[in-house]
């Protein structure tokens, strides 16, 4: 049976505008207990940002975390993106291929409606599986 991404995806996204500091967004990641927040204006999406970029793109190349700005370092566009009713097997595929971790879904001319994380497919498709185990976990922090 075909599973359709809206059935696997996160639907409850945390967004930021892209004039938003580095210490705001990672505290909206604390706070929702996600590891990306989508970086948009109302309906148009930007880019993505991830807890990573902040570390790897933000702290360790010594940018001020609450001077620098998500739509400086955030993932822009051309954005690989996931329409919900594309099948898990294809978000697989641009995971693969790309070789990331997340992939924005949108709608209706690129309106950001969730986002399906390699744990979710990992859920989704072997749910007893040590990757699907740890998404699932409660958070420690």
């Known amino acids: 049976m075909t599973t359709r991404v809206r ?3 996160s639907a409850h996204i945390t967004s930021v505008e892209p004039m938003t500091s580095l210490t705001r967004a990672a505290r ?3 706070e929702q207990n996600v590891g990306d927040v989508l970086v948009a204006y109302d309906c148009d999406l930007f880019g993505l940002l ?3 970029d902040i570390v790897l793109r933000g702290v ?3 940018h001020d975390p609450e001077a620098t700005t998500v739509g400086t370092l955030c993932t822009r566009p051309p954005l690989v993106t996931l329409d919900p009713d594309d099948t898990t097997d294809h978000a697989v595929e ?3 291929e790309h070789a990331v971790r997340r992939l924005p879904v949108v709608e209706h001319g690129g309106c950001p409606v969730g986002v399906v994380s ?3 497919l990992a859920a989704e498709e ?3 599986s040590a990757l699907a185990d740890i998404s699932r976990a409660t958070p420690t922090h």
């Open 50 to 52: 991830t807890d990573r």
């Open 118 to 120: 390699l744990g979710d």
């Open 28 to 30: 909206l990641m604390r």
């Open 60 to 62: 360790a190349e010594g």
């Open 94 to 96: 641009l995971m693969r």
């Open 126 to 128: 072997d749910p007893h």
């Open 7 to 9: 059935e696997v995806m």
